[in-house]
């Protein structure tokens, strides 16, 4: 199976010695016009591949910042097939950088495996992260992502010892999500000391780049892990920048925007 854009991806940070920035977006946040400014400003702010939240009323693996995300989307009247028109919208524009969504099985059990496969491919989606849809559970929805060639991308944690690496690493394509710290997102800061041998550790298991994600806000923190990893993943930081601005009643896309640029720079230079 090929995964082209996110295959690409990964060979040209190779070739530029680098980790790959990931920004996570809520769909719908603040609203679907702004999400969708957002959406188009990320490359040129630094983005290597894009994670959309698919917002959802029980996001059992995220903290605050995202939980309040996810209402602010349902708020907007986002669905998933909201979502995959968005990034259609942003497909118009560039064709080059993956999107993944990330979200819970609920929403994409519902619409149906074929129906949402064949719909993900149309707009322009390149993969799945399922955060509640263990590998054992998985057979169904593998099937139909493997028909539209996208990647269905699976998380590994602190927690999963090398038998557990194996059951993940059959059928995942693209890359692998190392969430870095046990809890939630937002909450524990990820340390890089023990995050580099369990990203080895991974690595040699799947054959798969791993993006590591949950516990990263700071440049500074940013730029530790993208010296031991092949992509750092950060949401809650970017998240919290749409409150900030809410609140203090300014525009929330060229703070976001701006936050992005600096996390992405941190991870740019990271290993110069």
Do not use: H, W
């Not at 790959?20 to 983005?47: C, H, N, Q, W, Y």
């Not at 699976?154 to 710290?181: C, N, Q």
Request: glycine share 8%; proline share 6%; charged share 25%.
């Amino acid at each position: 199976m090929t995964t082209s854009r996110i295959d690409a991806r990964f060979a040209k940070l190779k070739a530029e010695n680098r980790a790959g920035f990931v920004p996570f977006v809520m769909t719908g946040d603040p609203s679907r016009e702004e999400a969708l400014e957002i959406l188009k400003g990320l490359p040129e702010a630094g983005a290597d591949i894009i994670e959309v939240g698919l917002a959802f009323s029980d996001p059992m693996a995220e903290g605050p910042p995202v939980q309040r995300a996810a209402q602010r989307g349902l708020k907007a009247g986002m669905t998933l097939r909201g979502t995959m028109d968005l990034v259609a919208e942003f497909r118009k524009t560039d064709q080059d950088t993956p999107v993944i969504l990330m979200g819970y099985l609920n929403p994409v059990e519902s619409y149906g495996y074929a129906r949402f496969a064949k719909e993900a491919a149309e707009a322009g989606i390149d993969g799945l992260i399922s955060v509640d849809c263990p590998p054992e559970e998985a057979a169904d929805l593998a099937a139909a992502m493997d028909a539209e060639q996208l990647s269905l991308i699976r998380l590994a944690t602190p927690t999963s010892d090398d038998a557990r690496l194996e059951v993940i690493a059959r059928g995942t394509s693209g890359f692998i999500y190392y969430v870095s710290v046990a809890g939630v997102t937002g909450v524990k800061e990820a340390q890089a000391a023990s995050v580099a041998p369990a990203v080895e550790r991974v690595r040699k298991a799947t054959g798969l780049p791993v993006a590591v994600g949950f516990g990263i806000k700071t440049p500074e923190r940013a730029a530790e892990i993208a010296r031991v990893s092949d992509a750092v993943v950060v949401g809650s930081a970017l998240v919290d920048e749409v409150a900030a601005a809410l609140e203090a009643g300014e525009a929330a896309v060229p703070r976001v925007l701006a936050k992005v640029r600096t996390l992405s720079d941190a991870v740019r230079n990271a290993r110069n």
